[in-house]
């Protein structure tokens, strides 16, 4: 079976079979939420710089009388430490500090320089990875770190240790139960939880190495390495196997089989319940790659890319390349003679892909015209030959497998086909999450054909756009557009991206062009274009929804900025905001008390097996972020206020 025909008959997924997977009780929850707390201030003045005018009102979803309840001037001061910290007593205020103080602690540093030198786990990323003005900056040295202090000190006081200082301060708790006080708390406090299961496998360099190349490489390649067209980008490499180097904010999945993947569906499934019943308009996060095999989403991310390329390469022939990718209009009729001439698939086929009912009536075809082809069975050839851009040979797009491999990407579809579902019928929206780029176009194509699905009445599955590709401004407006046309609800979520480290060292060493923004300025520039461009969307139609995922309060702003501009007001919950737990606290807790929508990601489980999450928290508040040297900053401005005015034993009152 052809994978353009597979894909498509999953997407129009049979789901006779669906119920065939096995759900087992719940293990875990998740909760979102939204409600504000009673103690939101209309007005507030301090320090002579607050004004945090915005109304807290109930949040409403999805209504059109919403769009009468403008804010004249919505500002927050994010410097209005005692909003900011509200929710927090002075215990936690010393913990937060003594946390981002050993984040930024060069004995440490050096310390895990030193753990590296002798066993660092990923030698073969390159030394901008592993160290950035001097320090080291790779995940598993401070993983080590940790690993030794439990070492010399022994299970029981590592982990009292461990809930004292950077556990307490990023992980909600052990399990459903033991993290309710704190997000009902939050919640109090305005702000809502996204629960994300942050447990990771304790999985050496080598065993991620291996799960890699078993789980990315076909039964074909296996077979007859080097015959298979494949492009070096789409293909695993032993050296970039363990996936969980270079990253930050986000946690790593390994194929081992299909019944490991059911039951990480599971407990996305009780992710979702549990949200639903803590809230009326929650949310709950997915990460593709734990729902089957990663070799399904290489090649089908290969086949978009190569299938978008040709386009771009047939515009250029209609004189069309330098235009954005939505502009290249191309001329039906010179289209085809020209797929003619490239002896791309037979005349009668070609002619036939161009006769549905919206292809071809215009007389012209764009990319999102050209991409509907590549599900159409009918109109495809299973043997479609494109030709290579760089070599100019004509070469097969699409490839053949085994029924295995078949059957594992039919349950992988399968399963993410269940958790929309649950989504619905739980009324929470599903956050899918961005992952590296040779996964990301099948991640995303595949999130967008559960959105023509399920979003038809309103906003249930939101797609995550990387601002830091190069071509996230490409991606972002050709699914707006997209929805636009078909006329469903666009969901995203916007961040700036976790594997930039990764991404750059893998292609150097492979040999392909960096998909990353040449430096840090360009990446902001593309956020704030990306953003713009959904929140136009949304002043027009009102179909559209975003999550701003960011620290940068320079972003936040900005976005204030725009709303204020078009007139959006946070109360028709179109615009949400979301951090990660423990970390900026002083843009969340504002933003939820003037009546945004604002959530953290609330991760949690156990604290042995959290340990490689929270080393890459420590790594990420190493300074590597911009606002962390403020937070600290904000932090002792708080506790000074406190103790200056004798709140020595400020407890939270909620
Ligand atoms: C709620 C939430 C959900 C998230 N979900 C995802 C997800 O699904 N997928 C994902 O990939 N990430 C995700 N992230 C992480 C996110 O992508 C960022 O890594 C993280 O938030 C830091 O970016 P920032 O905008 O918060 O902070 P900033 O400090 O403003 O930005 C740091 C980021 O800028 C970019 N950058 C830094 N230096 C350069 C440079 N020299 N050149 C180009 N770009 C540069 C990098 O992306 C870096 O992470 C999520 C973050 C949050 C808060």
Redesign the pocket.
């Known amino acids: 079976m052809s994978y353009a025909k597979f894909v498509a008959s999953l997407i129009r997924a049979n789901l006779g079979n669906i119920n065939k997977i096995r759900i087992s009780p719940s293990t875990c929850l998740s909760t979102v939420a939204s409600p504000k707390s009673s103690q939101e201030e209309k007005e507030q003045q301090l320090d002579g710089c607050t004004v945090v005018q915005a109304e807290p009102l109930e949040l409403i979803s999805q209504t059109k009388d919403a769009r009468k309840v403008y804010l004249d001037n919505i500002q927050i001061d994010f410097d209005n430490t005692e909003e900011a910290y509200k929710s927090k007593g002075n215990l936690e205020l010393l913990r937060s500090l003594l946390v981002f103080h050993l984040c930024s602690v060069d004995f440490l540093v050096d310390k895990n320089k030193e753990v590296s030198s002798v066993k660092c786990i990923q030698p073969s990323m390159g030394e901008h990875l592993k160290y950035r003005e001097g320090r080291c900056y790779s995940w598993c040295c401070v993983f080590q770190l940790m690993e030794l202090t439990k070492n010399l000190l022994g299970q029981r006081v590592f982990e009292k240790l461990m809930k004292m200082t950077f556990y307490g301060q990023f992980v909600a708790g052990e399990d459903h139960n033991s993290i309710k006080p704190l997000i009902q708390k939050n919640q109090s406090f305005g702000v809502g939880a996204v629960l994300d299961y942050s447990v990771e496998e304790d999985l050496t360099q080598e065993e991620a190495e291996k799960k890699e190349m078993d789980s990315c490489v076909s039964e074909a390649e296996k077979e007859s390495p080097g015959t298979d067209h494949r492009e070096k980008k789409y293909k695993a490499h032993r050296q970039f196997g363990d996936r969980r180097g270079g990253v930050?904010?986000?946690r790593t999945y390994f194929y081992a089989d299909e019944a490991k993947c059911d039951n990480q569906m599971e407990t996305f499934i009780n992710c979702i319940k549990a949200s639903g019943g803590a809230s009326s308009d929650g949310f709950s996060a997915i990460k593709m790659t734990a729902l089957g095999r990663p070799q399904f989403l290489l090649q089908f991310s290969e086949v978009l890319v190569k299938w978008r390329q040709f386009f771009h390469f047939l515009a250029a022939q209609q004189g069309k390349s330098d235009m954005s990718a939505l502009e290249k209009i191309l001329e039906l009729e010179q289209l085809k003679e020209n797929l003619a001439q490239l002896g791309v698939g037979a005349k009668d086929d070609i002619e036939n892909w161009f006769t549905g009912e919206k292809l071809g009536s215009s007389g012209t075809i764009d990319l999102l015209d050209w991409n509907s082809l590549i599900t159409d069975t009918t109109k495809i050839s299973n043997l479609l030959m494109v030709p290579n851009v760089e070599t100019g040979q004509l070469e097969p797009l699409l490839s053949t497998f085994t029924a295995e491999e078949e059957s594992q990407m039919k349950r992988m579809l399968q399963r993410v086909d269940i958790l929309a579902k649950h989504a619905v019928e739980n009324g929470v929206r599903l956050m899918v999450?961005?992952e590296q780029t040779y996964f990301q176009p099948a991640i995303s194509r595949l999130t967008l054909e559960m959105q023509r699905k399920f979003n038809r009445e309103k906003p249930v599955i939101f797609n995550?756009y990387?601002c830091?590709l190069k071509e996230a401004y490409d991606n972002v407006t050709l699914d707006v557009e997209l929805s636009r046309r078909e006329g469903w609800y666009f969901g995203a979520?916007l961040?700036?991206?976790?594997?930039?480290y990764q991404e750059r060292a893998r292609a150097q060493e492979i040999g392909y062009e960096d998909p990353?923004?040449?430096?840090?300025e360009?990446?902001n520039r593309m956020y704030h274009k990306c953003l713009e461009y959904v929140l136009e969307e949304i002043e027009h139609n009102r179909k559209a929804n975003v999550m701003v995922?960011?620290?940068?309060e320079d972003?936040v702003k900005f976005t204030l900025e725009k709303m204020n501009e078009m007139s959006l007001s946070p109360v028709e919950n179109k615009v949400y905001f979301?951090?990660?737990l423990g970390m900026c606290d002083q843009i969340s807790f504002p933003l939820g008390q003037a009546g945004f929508p604002v959530y953290k990601?609330v991760p949690y489980g156990p604290v042995n097996e959290v340990i490689p999450y929270l080393s890459r928290r420590a790594q990420e508040n190493r300074g590597f972020?911009?606002?962390s040297q403020r937070e600290r900053s904000l932090l002792w401005k708080e506790l000074r206020r406190r103790l200056v005015g004798g709140q020595v034993f400020y407890r939270p009152v909620y």
Do not use: C, E, F
């Open positions: 930050i904010s986000a999450d961005a995550t990387q830091y979520k961040v700036r991206g976790a594997y930039m990353i923004n040449p430096d840090y360009a990446t995922a960011t620290h940068n972003t979301g951090q990660l990601y972020m911009k606002g």
